[in-house]
């Protein structure tokens, strides 16, 4: 039979939730607008009639699904709306499309966007309350035993979020291409940022200077992500689209196109993809979501231009090309150099971090403590302490890929714990699947 | 009074109703001859004797179904900008396109005027090969439609036909308005001829009253703005039987699944609060999707006359048609020889129908074998009905209030009309675990649906006040409303629109105008709210007139 329309060569299924109903406040650029003209844009493309291309509501995701990963105060009733619980059930229904075998690929275009949020959460921090593409990657874990994740976050912003949430484990890659932390929003993603004790060299931080075009994300995508890919074998790998890497962007100071963001995809070949920012909401989301999209699906994207583009406009100057080849030597250095960095935790039984986390939305600030229980068998457990806005936390995590002695250490030392009038005690045990508070 | 017609692929149906009762019925096959002599004969039989009791006359007519099978359309030309966006290439719509290089973006704001230096030398030359209807269509023309209207004009002087994408619908879908948009173009010339002939033989029959046509949504339009957009009597069969089942069982607020089955096919019609239900965007012709509003409805390969086939896990039914059945003189069984052999049908020969069983499978009884393949038969439909009412709950929704909202379909009643409805009345009700009706007088029920189907209009409004600007497409207004314009004047707006052709179609009160979907969103640039983005649709909702 004749054809009418394109199909996709590989089949891809697209979770569009701009949830026009819901905003952090009228004039956020978390507003309700942020999707508005993305989706007509990729409706009137006529994507929902291209055979390959299916079309899921998302779902309403669980206290579990967040209590998984996060440690919320007060709770996560408390702190998390409607809007919260569907963006992240969105990127659980895209997640399921590809686990169940429903499409090849999927992209959950859904907002608020998650990539800041913490292991701790107390509130909302650069538009984020719930990390949704971490409580998606547990959430895979449980129901599909899939153990090596990588997450590749392309958002113009460093996922300090998702690097917090994985800083241990050996088991989920955490790469993030962002602007310079000097330069922009929450200032972090050094270099030197590469992981925690027992899992040295699964955070990759490839810092960008302003200006990043182009031929900078290639050179990028070349040299330092798909090699890395490469080596850690990753069963899965899972893209943090933002999309505030664009010329357009309000907020941002980078040179990316939606051409550029279409080949980064095509390159990156990821199984799920999640949008977090994004806040050039006429100009750079329409074209560069759809250029996602159809880069996913195996379409023709040389057509999806932003009105006006021309590439001529976006060569970079020699000394940005040189701030990027640094960039990314350095970077391929941290990653080869992980064995000698590890050396120096050999025997060491814990290992102590302190941080301060600044929630920028309402502006208060925490402070936690966070104790890696190392192991020679496994990547050992957590234990937390944190406090802010007068709640106190104490929080035991035990990994997925914890060894038996560990999962009873923690299990143990919760068990032990007084209650203390204030402080919200919490056990997080992944192995069981539960979440114990006293 | 009104006469109501359907026509069909081998007859046609025609019913003079007074008051909702069948005063006259006729049928008659449809020959070769046009259509219109047919029509106007028909007519003719079923016309009342005070002919100035006769209000209207309403037709569904299968001249443009045919003319998409038989390929007798017109040469159309076509003007198509797509802008930024998927590659266009793949769009067919002949050999006389010529690609705009302008672009209209997302909310409807020029990004880009198209080069029109070439465009009279490009009509011209078409022309001359003898095209003479041309179609024009710009994406996002239904947020701004200058480029249309721009080609359109300079097409005038050109062309006899002309058909602009928004002016065919008010939704998104670009590929889909491209289609529409080519499909009405290459109708144009074919339906005016059939629209002369039908003028010509009212005339002859001193017939003055306002001709209605069926469209594929379960309403009608009037004559004259069919000629505008002839596409939408495309697909207006299960038009006439969806109103005539409604016509002919009130079942008030129910949510109803209907089936007509026939004899290779079976189609499938969805009720939800009494009323019909619609596809999201439009119906899909021989493969082209388009914005052509229509009834939900999905068909299944089998009926009274279907082929049976046996194999280690049981019988398939259809697709193909095996021919009579062996209880009425046939060669091969078929579901009605299953049904003659348990008895549901009076008529046929029983010794030949179990004869059929029998050669299906000799190991076990006749009724047996009839059993099991009706079995098959109503469990194709139920799985079929099943996949549409998830299909329907699965539809894509956008904001948080209407995820949460959203309830799936449960149907309460099932309605069956068609040659074998009495037959497997019982065994679908079974299937389905719901009460199950058959409607007296069912085999006119298609005419006395063409007869009793309401206008419909359906009018979109799109205002972004940000640019002070105002749109209804499907009637090229375009306006200035100011900035102060809200969701609430919007809706009067629209509502205003939709009463005016309500006037100007002589549409009759009692009509209820719904409101459809309603959007509103706050336009923010640099941390302070500069404008709205209002979406309305608003229709006139499908139903039945009472006299």
Same mark, same amino acid.
């Not at chain 2, 007859?11 to 049928?27: I, Q, T």
């Not at chain 2, 198209?114 to 095209?131: C, F, R, T, Y």
């Given at each position: 039979?004749?054809?009418y329309?394109p199909?996709?060569?590989?089949?891809?299924?697209l979770v569009?939730?701009p949830?026009f109903?819901?905003?952090i406040?009228?004039?956020h650029p978390?507003?309700e607008?942020?999707l508005l003209?993305?989706?007509?844009?990729?409706i009137e493309?006529?994507?929902?009639?291209v055979?390959?291309?299916h079309?899921?509501?998302p779902?309403?995701?669980?206290?579990l699904?967040?209590?998984r990963?996060?440690?919320?105060?007060p709770?996560?009733?408390?702190l998390?709306t409607?809007s919260?619980y569907i963006?992240?059930?969105?990127?659980?229904r895209?997640?399921?499309?590809?686990?169940?075998?429903?499409v090849e690929?999927?992209?959950?275009?859904?907002?608020?966007?998650?990539?800041h949020?913490?292991?701790?959460v107390?509130?909302?921090?650069?538009?984020?309350?719930?990390?949704?593409?971490?409580?998606?990657?547990?959430y895979?874990?449980?129901?599909?035993g899939?153990r090596?994740?990588?997450?590749?976050?392309?958002?113009?912003h460093h996922?300090?979020?998702?690097q917090?949430?994985?800083?241990?484990d050996?088991?989920?890659?955490?790469?993030?291409?962002?602007?310079?932390?000097?330069?922009?929003y929450?200032?972090?993603g050094?270099v030197?940022e590469?992981?925690g004790?027992?899992?040295i060299?699964?955070t990759?931080n490839i810092?960008? !200077?302003?200006?990043?075009?182009e031929?900078?994300f290639?050179?990028?995508?070349?040299?330092? %992500?798909m090699?890395?890919l490469e080596?850690f074998?990753?069963?899965?790998?899972?893209?943090?689209?933002?999309?505030?890497?664009?010329?357009?962007d309000p907020?941002t100071?980078?040179?990316?196109?939606?051409?550029?963001?279409?080949?980064?995809?095509?390159?990156l070949?990821p199984?799920?993809?999640?949008?977090?920012?994004?806040?050039?909401?006429?100009?750079?989301l329409?074209?560069?979501?759809?250029?996602? %999209?159809?880069?996913l699906?195996?379409?023709?994207?040389s057509?999806v231009?932003?009105?006006g583009?021309?590439?001529?406009?976006?060569r970079?100057?020699?000394?940005?090309?040189?701030?990027?080849e640094?960039?990314?030597?350095?970077?391929l250095?941290m990653?080869?150099?992980r064995?000698?960095f590890?050396e120096?935790?050999?025997?060491?039984?814990?290992?102590v971090?302190?941080?301060?986390?600044f929630?920028?939305?309402?502006?208060?600030?925490?402070?936690?403590?966070?104790?890696?229980?190392?192991? !020679?068998?496994?990547?050992?457990y957590?234990?937390?302490?944190?406090?802010?806005l007068d709640?106190h936390?104490?929080g035991?995590?035990?990994p997925?890929?914890?060894?038996?002695?560990?999962?009873?250490k923690?299990?143990?030392?919760?068990?032990?714990t007084?209650k203390?009038?204030?402080i919200r005690?919490?056990?997080q045990?992944r192995v069981?699947?539960?979440?114990?508070?006293? | 009074?009104?006469?109501?017609?359907d026509v069909?692929?081998?007859?046609?149906?025609g019913?003079?109703?007074?008051?909702?009762?069948v005063?006259?019925k006729?049928?008659?096959a449809?020959e070769?001859?046009p259509?219109e002599d047919?029509?106007?004969?028909?007519?003719?039989?079923?016309?009342p004797?005070?002919r100035?009791?006769?209000k209207?006359i309403q037709?569904?007519?299968?001249?443009c179904t045919?003319?998409l099978?038989?390929?007798d359309?017109?040469?159309?030309?076509?003007?198509?900008?797509a802008?930024?966006?998927?590659?266009?290439?793949?769009?067919q719509?002949?050999?006389?396109v010529?690609?705009l290089?302008?672009s209209?973006?997302?909310?409807g704001?020029e990004?880009k005027?198209p080069d029109?230096s070439?465009?009279?030398e490009?009509?011209?030359e078409?022309?001359?090969e003898?095209v003479?209807?041309?179609?024009?269509?710009?994406?996002?023309?239904?947020r701004?439609?200058r480029?249309?209207?721009?080609?359109?004009?300079?097409?005038l002087?050109?062309?006899?036909?002309?058909?602009?994408?928004?002016q065919?619908?008010?939704?998104?879908?670009?590929?889909r308005?491209v289609?529409?948009?080519?499909?009405?173009?290459?109708?144009?010339k074919?339906?005016?001829?059939? /629209?002369?002939?039908?003028?010509?033989?009212?005339?002859?029959?001193?017939i003055?009253?306002?001709?209605f046509?069926?469209k594929?949504?379960g309403?009608t339009m009037?004559?004259?703005?069919a000629?505008v957009?002839p596409?939408q009597?495309?697909?207006?069969?299960?038009s006439?039987?969806?109103?005539g089942c409604?016509?002919?069982?009130?079942n008030?607020?129910?949510?109803?699944?209907?089936?007509?089955?026939g004899?290779?096919?079976t189609?499938?019609?969805?009720f939800?609060?009494?009323?019909?239900?619609?596809?999201?965007?439009?119906?899909?012709?021989?493969?082209?999707p388009?914005?052509?509003?229509?009834?939900?409805?999905?068909s299944?390969?089998?009926g009274?006359?279907?082929?049976?086939?046996?194999?280690?896990?049981?019988?398939?039914?259809?697709?193909?048609k095996?021919?009579?059945a062996m209880g009425f003189?046939g060669?091969?069984?078929?579901?009605?020889?299953a049904?003659?052999?348990l008895?549901y049908?009076?008529?046929?020969?029983?010794?030949?129908a179990?004869?059929?069983m029998q050669?299906?499978d000799d190991?076990c009884?006749?009724e047996?074998?009839?059993e099991?393949?009706l079995?098959?038969?109503?469990e194709?439909?139920?799985?079929?009905?099943?996949t549409?009412?998830d299909?329907?709950?699965?539809?894509?929704v956008?904001?948080?209030a209407?995820?949460?909202?959203r309830? /799936?379909?449960?149907?309460n009643k099932?309605?069956v009309?068609?040659?074998p409805?009495?037959?497997? /009345?019982?065994?679908l009700g079974q299937t389905?675990?719901?009460?199950?009706?058959?409607?007296?007088d069912?085999?006119?029920?298609?005419?006395?649906?063409?007869?009793?189907?309401?206008?419909t209009?359906?009018?979109?409004?799109?205002c972004?006040?940000e640019?002070?600007?105002?749109?209804?497409?499907?009637?090229?207004i375009?306006e200035?409303?100011?900035?102060n314009?809200?969701?609430?004047?919007?809706?009067?707006?629209?509502i205003?629109?939709?009463?005016?052709?309500?006037? /100007?179609q002589a549409i009759?009160?009692?009509?209820t105008?719904?409101?459809?979907?309603k959007?509103?969103?706050?336009i923010?640039?640099?941390?302070?709210?500069t404008?709205k983005?209002?979406?309305?649709?608003?229709?006139?909702?499908?139903?039945l007139?009472e006299?």
């Amino acid at each position: 039979m004749k054809t009418y329309m394109p199909s996709a060569d590989v089949s891809t299924g697209l979770v569009l939730f701009p949830a026009f109903d819901w905003c952090i406040s009228p004039s956020h650029p978390e507003r309700e607008e942020r999707l508005l003209y993305t989706k007509d844009q990729l409706i009137e493309e006529g994507l929902e009639d291209v055979p390959g291309i299916h079309f899921f509501n998302p779902e309403l995701a669980t206290d579990l699904d967040v209590e998984r990963v996060h440690f919320c105060v007060p709770s996560a009733r408390k702190l998390l709306t409607n809007s919260h619980y569907i963006s992240t059930g969105g990127t659980i229904r895209a997640a399921r499309a590809v686990m169940e075998k429903e499409v090849e690929r999927s992209f959950a275009v859904v907002r608020p966007p998650g990539h800041h949020a913490m292991q701790t959460v107390f509130g909302d921090r650069g538009f984020c309350i719930v990390n949704i593409e971490s409580v998606m990657v547990e959430y895979i874990r449980r129901h599909y035993g899939i153990r090596k994740i990588a997450i590749v976050d392309t958002d113009c912003h460093h996922g300090d979020g998702t690097q917090d949430i994985f800083y241990n484990d050996p088991d989920t890659l955490f790469i993030s291409i962002h602007q310079d932390g000097r330069t922009l929003y929450p200032g972090t993603g050094h270099v030197y940022e590469n992981g925690g004790p027992s899992a040295i060299g699964a955070t990759v931080n490839i810092p960008l !200077p302003p200006g990043t075009s182009e031929k900078g994300f290639d050179m990028v995508m070349e040299r330092v %992500v798909m090699p890395v890919l490469e080596e850690f074998q990753p069963e899965l790998i899972i893209n943090s689209a933002g999309q505030d890497n664009h010329y357009t962007d309000p907020i941002t100071n980078m040179n990316f196109t939606a051409q550029g963001y279409a080949r980064l995809t095509r390159q990156l070949k990821p199984d799920i993809c999640v949008l977090e920012g994004g806040y050039s909401i006429e100009g750079a989301l329409p074209y560069t979501n759809l250029g996602i %999209v159809l880069s996913l699906a195996g379409m023709d994207t040389s057509h999806v231009l932003e009105p006006g583009y021309d590439p001529e406009d976006f060569r970079q100057n020699h000394r940005i090309n040189n701030s990027i080849e640094t960039s990314c030597n350095e970077a391929l250095e941290m990653y080869r150099k992980r064995h000698q960095f590890a050396e120096k935790f050999k025997g060491q039984e814990n290992v102590v971090e302190r941080k301060q986390i600044f929630y920028d939305t309402t502006g208060f600030q925490v402070n936690q403590t966070r104790v890696y229980h190392l192991c !020679p068998r496994c990547a050992g457990y957590t234990q937390l302490l944190a406090e802010g806005l007068d709640q106190h936390l104490h929080g035991f995590s035990i990994p997925f890929n914890a060894c038996p002695s560990c999962q009873q250490k923690a299990r143990d030392g919760f068990a032990k714990t007084k209650k203390e009038r204030g402080i919200r005690l919490v056990l997080q045990d992944r192995v069981r699947d539960l979440v114990d508070e006293k | 009074m009104i006469i109501g017609i359907d026509v069909g692929g081998t007859h046609a149906d025609g019913v003079l109703l007074d008051n909702g009762v069948v005063k006259r019925k006729k049928k008659v096959a449809v020959e070769a001859r046009p259509l219109e002599d047919t029509l106007i004969a028909l007519l003719d039989t079923l016309l009342p004797d005070e002919r100035s009791r006769l209000k209207k006359i309403q037709l569904s007519t299968t001249l443009c179904t045919n003319a998409l099978l038989t390929g007798d359309l017109a040469r159309v030309g076509m003007f198509i900008e797509a802008g930024p966006g998927m590659n266009p290439s793949f769009l067919q719509c002949g050999d006389y396109v010529h690609y705009l290089n302008g672009s209209i973006d997302h909310r409807g704001i020029e990004q880009k005027a198209p080069d029109l230096s070439q465009l009279n030398e490009i009509m011209e030359e078409w022309h001359a090969e003898g095209v003479d209807s041309v179609g024009i269509v710009t994406k996002f023309s239904h947020r701004n439609s200058r480029h249309e209207k721009i080609v359109g004009e300079k097409a005038l002087d050109i062309f006899s036909h002309i058909s602009l994408g928004h002016q065919l619908s008010g939704l998104p879908n670009f590929p889909r308005r491209v289609y529409t948009t080519w499909l009405n173009s290459s109708l144009k010339k074919v339906f005016s001829q059939f /629209k002369k002939g039908i003028e010509t033989g009212l005339k002859k029959h001193d017939i003055s009253c306002p001709i209605f046509l069926l469209k594929a949504d379960g309403g009608t339009m009037p004559f004259a703005a069919a000629g505008v957009s002839p596409c939408q009597t495309i697909h207006s069969g299960p038009s006439a039987s969806v109103m005539g089942c409604l016509a002919l069982h009130d079942n008030g607020a129910d949510d109803i699944i209907l089936l007509d089955i026939g004899g290779t096919t079976t189609d499938i019609a969805l009720f939800s609060e009494g009323i019909p239900l619609l596809e999201p965007y439009g119906v899909t012709i021989g493969g082209r999707p388009t914005l052509i509003r229509a009834l939900y409805t999905r068909s299944v390969p089998i009926g009274g006359d279907s082929t049976i086939s046996r194999h280690a896990d049981g019988y398939t039914i259809g697709p193909r048609k095996a021919g009579t059945a062996m209880g009425f003189g046939g060669s091969t069984p078929t579901p009605t020889d299953a049904m003659i052999t348990l008895g549901y049908m009076e008529d046929g020969d029983a010794t030949a129908a179990r004869r059929g069983m029998q050669m299906l499978d000799d190991s076990c009884s006749a009724e047996e074998t009839a059993e099991k393949i009706l079995k098959v038969f109503c469990e194709r439909i139920h799985d079929t009905v099943t996949t549409m009412v998830d299909t329907l709950f699965s539809r894509p929704v956008f904001t948080v209030a209407d995820l949460l909202e959203r309830e /799936k379909l449960e149907p309460n009643k099932l309605m069956v009309i068609g040659g074998p409805a009495l037959a497997l /009345k019982e065994m679908l009700g079974q299937t389905f675990s719901l009460p199950c009706t058959v409607p007296d007088d069912f085999e006119v029920a298609n005419a006395i649906g063409a007869a009793r189907a309401r206008q419909t209009v359906q009018l979109s409004l799109y205002c972004d006040t940000e640019l002070n600007r105002l749109s209804i497409p499907e009637l090229s207004i375009e306006e200035a409303p100011g900035r102060n314009f809200g969701l609430d004047d919007a809706r009067t707006r629209l509502i205003e629109a939709v009463e005016d052709i309500a006037s /100007k179609q002589a549409i009759n009160a009692p009509y209820t105008i719904d409101i459809v979907e309603k959007f509103e969103s706050s336009i923010v640039r640099g941390f302070n709210s500069t404008g709205k983005i209002l979406s309305l649709k608003a229709q006139l909702r499908p139903g039945l007139v009472e006299e």
